[in-house]
């Protein structure tokens, strides 16, 4: 199964080079403890901005690295508010890591709504 995440330049860079590393997150559920591990989706739509409350700054770099599904046993997040459509997992940077590094993805980042509310007609147009 391909799965997605999107960071930042800088965080691209340190990824390709040592590795995925456990992040902490908010467990969402009534003990509230904090869990790590590395969060992705089974599609690029999965990913935003702010993925898992961590803010990605500095670069917009999609990654994706193929871990067969069987491997992911037990570490699929179910969320309120998901799109059906799109799994989410939190899963061992360890395990992560062990299908090998990330590639970067060639996806497209125009997630539908984007643009919706920017006036694009004269792009491209010479000023008169």
Do not use: C
Request: aromatic share 8%.
């Amino acid at each position: 199964m391909k799965l997605f995440q999107f960071v930042g330049d800088r965080t691209a860079e340190a990824i390709l080079k040592d590795g995925f590393q456990d992040l902490p997150f908010q467990d969402l559920t009534e003990d509230g403890q904090v869990i790590k591990g590395v969060w992705l989706f089974d599609s690029p739509d999965g990913s935003n901005m702010e993925l898992g409350g961590v803010a990605v700054d500095g670069g917009n770099v999609m990654l994706a690295i193929e871990i067969p599904e069987d491997a992911l046993s037990g570490h699929e997040i179910m969320m309120m508010d998901d799109e059906p459509e799109i799994r989410e997992f939190l899963v061992p940077a360890s395990l992560v890591n062990s299908f090998g590094p990330p590639k970067i993805a060639d996806v497209e980042l125009n997630w539908p709504g984007l643009l919706d509310d920017i006036y694009t007609d004269d792009i491209g147009e010479d000023p008169e």
